[in-house]
Structure formats: structure tokens, C-alpha cells
């Protein structure tokens, strides 16, 4: 088993930034993707950003690209999301996600499906 912990949530001024980070514990050896995504009120849970371990496969949602930068400090076991430029659109609670199956392409990559486990979720909120 695999435990996610989210901080880093909260509420800023459209323009502004925070950085999410996600800590993971367990058998942290079975993970080959971290990935975040976020679900606003009254929508589906969609993709944000996904890396490897290695930091070198990494996938973005067009919203995002630009603004978010999702990076991993491995001697940690955390991956983090930097958002900057952030707007009321991105107010949604944001998850941590892990996988432990390589998928080589970008649509499992980035789908939630392909993702076993995952945090507890921490809200930002963007105000304008």
C-alpha cells in the first residue's frame, strides 16, 4: 500500500501562486507515475499534470502549460506543483494520485483510471 498526504492548499488572489505538495510512504518502490488532478464543484475530476520518477516524462493539461510546473524530490518520496498566474478557474480541490503501472501511451499516462491510489485532496481557492 501506498499513502498520500496533500499541503499547500489555500486561498490567494487571482495572479498569485502556491506550490502543492504530496508526500508518499509505503511501498513507494511500486510507483512509477505520480500524477495531480483537481475537481471543481459541479464537474469531473480532470487531469493536471503528471511526471516519472525520473522527471523526464511529464505531461501537462493545456490549461496549465505555462503556468504549473510539476516536479518530484525523489530523496523525499514528494512531488510537488507549483501554480503561478492562477485564476479563478483553477479553484478546485486538488488531488495526488500515484501509479503503478508504466503505460507508454500519453492517454493512460494522463487518465485518473490508471491511477491506484491517492490523498485526501486540498482545496485552493482563487478569489478575483
Known amino acids: 500500500q501506498v499513502q498520500l498526504v496533500e499541503s499547500g492548499g489555500g486561498s490567494v488572489q487571482a495572479g498569485g501562486s502556491l506550490r502543492l505538495s504530496c508526500a508518499a510512504s509505503g511501498r513507494t518502490g511500486s510507483i512509477v507515475t505520480m500524477g495531480w488532478f483537481r475537481q471543481a464543484p459541479g464537474k469531473e475530476r480532470e487531469f493536471v499534470a503528471t511526471i516519472n520518477w525520473s522527471g523526464i516524462r511529464i505531461y501537462y493539461e493545456d490549461s496549465v502549460k505555462g503556468r504549473f510546473t510539476i516536479s518530484t524530490d525523489n530523496a523525499k518520496n514528494t512531488v510537488y506543483l507549483q501554480m503561478t498566474s492562477l485564476s479563478p478557474e483553477d479553484t478546485a480541490v486538488y488531488y495526488c494520485?500515484?501509479?503503478?503501472?508504466?503505460?507508454?501511451?500519453?492517454?493512460?499516462?494522463?487518465?485518473?483510471?490508471?491511477?491506484?491510489?491517492w490523498g485526501q485532496g486540498t482545496q485552493v481557492t482563487v478569489s478575483s
Open positions: 494520485a500515484a501509479a503503478r503501472t508504466y503505460y507508454s501511451s500519453t492517454y493512460y499516462t494522463t487518465a485518473d483510471r490508471s491511477f491506484d491510489y
